[in-house]
């Protein structure tokens, strides 16, 4: 008769008891596992990354930066979870307006970003000089308008778009890493060579309606990678060539737009160049048909130095009570003088008001 060696039973046993126990272990490691995070389009959340940040505008922008901070890598920006949801416009709808024959011409469409069909374009330089920064979409939702995208104040700014698509834009820029507080994180307080930002990637899916956007780590960046390329591309957009800050024109003020001829709504945005005194510029908006001032305010251009032109650029709102369709307005820009007070260096143009009620 045959003896069954306990010994080797029990090892047997043993053995059987961890295999099972390991598949059970990695059933329950399996289940509690996260899910895959949804990109707004319903891919996974890396590949919509993967398809901006393999594009050549992303690979010359990141470029750019690594000039500056040689650390920076495309990882950097899949360490931190991406924000998405639905586009929210900011600023309300009546702000939209057609564009004028003149900002879709050269040498101003230049500086546009353009959808392959040449039918979609945004604008990272539409508040140029000012201290907070906008970009503009012209005709995202097919009805041919000009609307604020995207808005930041004077801790971002934004450098670049591009597009994926004919419905699909990118948008980069850089922004202060902030405290808890909301103070700018330095690591000397008061000394901005010191502190720390962090460049910026949004994806904006009109089709949709969604967004999705990444962030790089914080770095610490000597300087500002696209500042003077920003410059250039608006003074050449603007006045078909500029160098060293001076303007094709004689003038110590400009008007860029609204567009002389055009139409306006109750809200557009009044800009422009200007070489004044303290770099302030008055303006005057006049209903011909009634005679009334509708508007009489100034704004402030920004220049690099003295004697030099900056950009100005100011949203105005008109009360549509004090306008009929067809109404033509006088928009005179002009500075006082600093000794006499008088108006001097007056431009003046005339366009038609028109709602924009559909």
Not at 235 to 250: N, P
Request: proline fraction near 6%.
């Amino acid at each position: 008769m045959q003896t069954t060696n306990p010994i080797r039973s029990l090892s047997l046993a043993a053995l059987g008891v961890l295999l099972a126990a390991g598949v059970i272990f990695a059933l329950i490691f399996v289940s509690r596992a996260p899910a895959p995070v949804q990109s707004p389009d319903g891919g996974l959340a890396d590949e919509p990354f993967a398809q901006v940040s393999s594009h050549e505008s992303f690979v010359r922008w990141l470029g750019e930066w690594r000039t500056l901070e040689p650390f920076l890598s495309v990882e950097g920006f899949r360490k931190a979870e991406p924000a998405a949801g639905a586009i929210a416009y900011p600023r309300p709808p009546e702000f939209a307006r057609p564009v004028e024959p003149q900002e879709v011409a050269e040498p101003m469409a230049g500086r546009y970003a353009w959808n392959p069909e040449r039918d979609k374009f945004a604008d990272v330089l539409a508040s140029y000089g000012e201290p907070d920064s906008l970009v503009n979409v012209f005709n995202r939702d097919g009805r041919g308008y000009l609307e604020a995208l995207a808005f930041c104040g004077t801790p971002c700014t934004f450098d670049d778009a591009y597009w994926l698509d004919g419905s699909t834009l990118v948008v980069l820029g850089n922004a202060e890493s902030l405290n808890v507080d909301g103070t700018p994180r330095c690591v000397r307080e008061g000394d901005p060579s010191t502190c720390y930002r962090y460049l910026t990637v949004t994806r904006y899916d009109f089709a949709a309606g969604t967004f999705a956007a990444w962030r790089s780590p914080d770095a610490m960046f000597a300087g500002d990678a696209f500042a003077e390329q920003k410059r250039l591309r608006f003074e050449a957009s603007t006045f078909g060539g500029a160098d060293g800050g001076t303007v094709l024109t004689d003038a110590n003020i400009t008007i860029e737009s609204p567009v002389g001829g055009g139409l306006v709504g109750a809200n557009f945005v009044l800009r422009g160049m200007a070489r004044t005194f303290e770099q302030t510029v008055r303006y005057r908006i006049t209903n011909e048909r009634t005679g009334r001032v509708l508007r009489d305010s100034f704004t402030t251009a920004e220049a690099a130095e003295l004697g030099k032109y900056g950009a100005y650029s100011h949203d105005v709102t008109l009360d549509p009570d004090d306008l009929k369709d067809g109404d033509q307005l006088t928009i005179q820009a002009f500075q006082d003088d600093a000794e006499s007070g008088e108006e001097r260096d007056s431009v003046q143009i005339v366009v038609t008001y028109k709602s924009m009620e559909e």
